[in-house]
Every structure is written in C-alpha cells, then in structure tokens.
C-alpha cells in the first residue's frame, strides 16, 4: 500500500471521488471515453444512443404485453423482476456494450439485480435511488433506463436534476422518518426532495428518448417522471438497477440507519443466476435472515437486541 495514493485507497467509485481529476490523468481512455467519464462525473448522468437493438426490443415487447391494463392509471403500473419470467428482459439487463460502459465507470463488475417493466410514464416525483438501495462502500449503484420507444413531451417523460448527485445520501432518518416495511411514509421523504431541490436551486431537466436510447445515472441523481399529457399513450421501457462486486448492500428505507442495522438485500446477479455473497473491504460477510430482514454478522454492524436474544437461544452463547 505504500505506493497507493491515498485517492486511490478511498473507498468510492472513482467517477464520484474528489480526486476524480486526478485519477482521470492516470486512466487510459479514449478522447470519447474521457469525455463521457467527465461528463457522468460532472452532471450525474450518461446518455447512449442506440445501444439497444431494435429487434431485441420488439421480441421483448411482444412477449411483455400481455402482463400489462389498457388504460393508463390500471393496475399494475409496473413489473418488478419479469426477468424471472422472460429471456428477453434478461437479456436487456445484460447487455455488454451497457456492462463495457458500467465497468468504466466504476471499475468493478456490474451486478445487474433487479428490473423495472413500464408500459405507461410512471409520473412519479422526484427520488434519489439511494432511498431503496445502497451500498457499503457507498454509490455503488447505479441505474439504467432503456427507452423501448420514443418518449416525447406528450407520455410522461423522465426528468432528473443535473449535478444532484454531489449532495450527501439522504435516508429516512436524516429527515425524521422511522425505518418501515410499507410506503405510509414515503410521501414524507418525496415533499422533502422536492423542497430541497428547490432550495438548493437545482434545475429540473426533461429528458427525450428515441427507442434503442439509454440512460445511466449515478444512484444519488435525483429524478422522477413528468405527468403524461397525451391521454392514453404508451411509454414502454425498462429500468435495470445494478450494483457491483464487493460490497454490502442494503435497503435504507427498511434500515435503522442510527444503530447500523442493515436490512440486507439478498441479491440475485440477473446475468448469471447467481446469488452474490456480501463483502467487506473483500472480505465476506456472513448474514442472518431473520424473516423479514437479513442482517450482517461484523463487528462492524450490530444486531437488534432481540435478534441476539433469539440467537443465544439457539446457539447457547452470544453471538458474537
């Protein structure tokens, strides 16, 4: 370790580091990667025309449209994970040239672990994806939205405030809402972005789409989707939210962020199958799956009180 720049040691995406200039120097890219790195650095976001082939996106639509009402407003308005059920939204989550991208700028291995279907704009306000996942080391997440047709004006755009992903993570405690397992309080955080985004004076962007188009962004972006004003028009498109190798991750929503008890996620790679063991600083964690939470089992991280109880039942000593 002596030789390793203390910006090199810092346990963050290299993209999102204070040190990113400089780290930039030592990196051996192109003129156009340099220029993409910078600008997902700078502004939080990355746009790529036409990653995604059209063929591949209208097998994919065929066999998803079945899954979906009508008319806007029905139910269901999304499918989480159809990938479980269809090869094709599988294989949209796994794409290399989009893998290429994620590992530039990340410098890990991307883990693609769930997936978002939409028939119709979902017209939500403004999030950070910090709120449902995280990461220790932090931001190591990130999302991807393909467009699977045009998105325009009319359907319910997405929208995203530039550069807002160089503010701190926001969770449930910071602003006074205890950790829950349903969405009562959810409108509570959403009034807060809003009036932060404004008090801090960021500017909301819309952002329009041609089919086969794809959006990355750093998962502290705050972003949402703009009301659909065409009446009963689609926007078809998929969301895939990655993570990357040796991390812990975690729901902070469903977390008591003040004692560190962390409601693990038990993550499934969506381009392999397989289940992706937590780590720290490269070493493994262990878990505990106490129904509805998973906790880790580190001298960094403590367990609820009654969860130790239980285990010392079990095991006939303190768990640790």
């Given at each position: 370790m002596k030789n390793v720049s203390v910006a090199q040691r810092m346990n963050l995406p290299w993209v999102e580091s204070p040190f990113f200039d400089d780290l930039l120097l030592k990196k051996d890219l192109t003129p156009e990667q340099r220029e993409m790195v910078t600008h997902y650095n700078r502004e939080g976001f990355l746009v790529l025309r036409q990653q995604v082939a059209h063929e591949l996106i209208d097998r994919t639509l065929r066999e998803i449209e079945g899954e979906y009402p009508a008319t806007v407003g029905e139910d269901p308005t999304r499918h989480q994970d159809l990938w479980k059920k269809y090869g094709t939204v599988r294989e949209l989550a796994s794409q290399p040239q989009i893998f290429d991208v994620l590992r530039m700028l990340y410098d890990r291995e991307p883990v693609p672990f769930q997936t978002l279907n939409f028939k119709f704009g979902t017209q939500q306000r403004a999030h950070s994806d910090t709120i449902h996942f995280s990461s220790t080391p932090a931001r190591f997440m990130c999302g991807v939205w393909v467009a699977l047709e045009e998105t325009n004006a009319t359907n319910g755009p997405l929208f995203y405030y530039p550069r807002s992903h160089r503010q701190e993570e926001f969770n449930y405690f910071d602003i006074g809402i205890e950790a829950e397992e349903n969405y009562a309080e959810y409108h509570n955080y959403e009034d807060f972005m809003e009036e932060f985004m404004?008090?801090?004076?960021?500017?909301?962007?819309?952002?329009?789409?041609?089919?086969?188009?794809?959006?990355?962004?750093?998962?502290?972006?705050?972003?949402?989707?703009?009301?659909?004003?065409?009446?009963?028009?689609?926007?078809?498109?998929?969301?895939?939210?990655?993570?990357?190798?040796?991390?812990?991750?975690?729901?902070?929503?469903?977390?008591?962020?003040?004692?560190?008890?962390?409601?693990?996620?038990?993550?499934?790679?969506?381009?392999?199958?397989?289940?992706?063991?937590?780590?720290?600083?490269?070493?493994?964690?262990?878990?505990?799956?106490?129904?509805?939470?998973?906790?880790?089992?580190?001298?960094?991280?403590?367990?609820?009180?009654?969860?130790?109880?239980?285990?010392?039942?079990?095991?006939?000593?303190?768990?640790?």
């Open positions: 404004e008090a801090k004076g960021y500017l909301r962007q819309e952002i329009h789409m041609q089919k086969g188009d794809v959006l990355i962004w750093s998962s502290n972006l705050a972003h949402g989707g703009m009301p659909i004003k065409g009446g009963n028009v689609t926007r078809w498109s998929q969301v895939t939210h990655y993570y990357f190798e040796g991390c812990m991750y975690y729901s902070p929503r469903f977390s008591d962020m003040f004692s560190k008890n962390l409601n693990l996620r038990h993550v499934i790679n969506i381009a392999t199958g397989k289940v992706v063991q937590h780590s720290e600083n490269g070493k493994s964690i262990e878990t505990i799956n106490t129904g509805n939470f998973r906790y880790a089992v580190s001298h960094n991280f403590t367990l609820p009180v009654l969860v130790k109880e239980v285990l010392k039942k079990i095991i006939g000593k303190k768990p640790f």
